[in-house]
């Protein structure tokens, strides 16, 4: 998959470069993984791993047994184990924002 | 953390949850506050209405998503009127009841989960930054452990049909 992101004048380039290294260097299962990225004039285009599943609130409202307790349980343990790791690296996800970087798959 | 960035790597029953956009996800000091404000209101957590947060409040907005996977819905959320008279998400409104930071637990659908997976939810919707455990501990809580008999949910369908009504009508008004 690969995302244009437009950029903004704080964030271009380092500050939006050393973010994307960071992303590029964590190794976890549950976490997506970049490949590469390339920046051509303002936008910057990151290659990443192939998800063919979707996203979650749109899988399970075609998909109602994902919402059983055990497949709930899965989606926590998976999400929980990324957020360790990330805290474990001190990473926090909370800057997290769809308005800022939005994300087109192309 | 919110469900938009999660996403599923395949199709079929053995999927992985992958983290997608954690962002710019923020380098944090472990004794260090932040006080900008992002994200959606939904999965906000207490202290980062008042503006000083860390990287708890990623525990708070799990626990905003398995509430909504339990129940459909999110546990905070108020709507008001515009002067079109549509139904808006009252965003000033949802952040009042942060504050205050009752969760109801009392809906009946909570009694077609585990008993044991309650407690976990309320450990993680904690009010009091300080006392919400961190993942790592938060990941030897019994409830992820077991496997659900018989007798506890094993589909929603009512709860999916929740989910869509509320992410396709709400989600793009939420965001602060």
């Known amino acids: 998959m690969v995302t244009p992101a437009p950029l903004t004048p704080e964030i271009f380039p380092y500050k939006l470069c050393s973010e994307i290294e960071m992303l590029i260097s964590m190794d976890h299962n549950n976490i997506v993984n970049i490949y590469e990225y390339y920046l051509y004039r303002d936008q910057v285009f990151m290659v990443m791993e192939y998800l063919e599943g979707g996203e979650l609130l749109n899988v399970i409202q075609n998909n109602p047994e994902l919402l059983s307790e055990n497949n709930i349980r899965k989606i926590m343990s998976d999400i929980l184990s990324a957020v360790a790791y990330m805290h474990s690296k001190n990473i926090g996800s909370f800057y997290a924002t769809f308005g800022n970087l939005e994300c087109t798959a192309i | ?176």
């Open chain 2, 1 to 176: 953390m919110k469900p938009e960035n999660l996403v599923l790597d395949s199709t079929g029953s053995n999927f992985n949850i992958k983290i997608i956009d954690m962002g710019l996800g923020q380098t944090f000091e472990k004794s260090r506050y932040l006080n900008r404000s992002k994200g959606s209101v939904y999965y906000t957590a207490p202290e980062q209405i008042k503006g000083k947060y860390n990287e708890k409040v990623d525990i708070w907005s799990c626990g905003v998503i398995l509430y909504i996977l339990i129940t459909g819905l999110p546990p905070f959320s108020a709507f008001k009127t515009d002067q079109h008279g549509r139904q808006v998400l009252d965003v000033e409104e949802v952040k009042r009841l942060i504050e205050k930071g009752h969760v109801d637990f009392t809906d009946e659908i909570f009694q077609d989960v585990s008993p044991e997976l309650i407690p976990l939810l309320k450990r993680m919707l904690t009010y009091e930054a300080e006392e919400r455990p961190e993942a790592s501990q938060l990941m030897h809580f019994p409830w992820l452990h077991q496997t659900s008999e018989k007798g506890h949910r094993q589909e929603g369908t009512q709860i999916s049909s929740l989910i869509g009504s509320f992410q396709f009508d709400f989600v793009e008004l939420a965001l602060l």
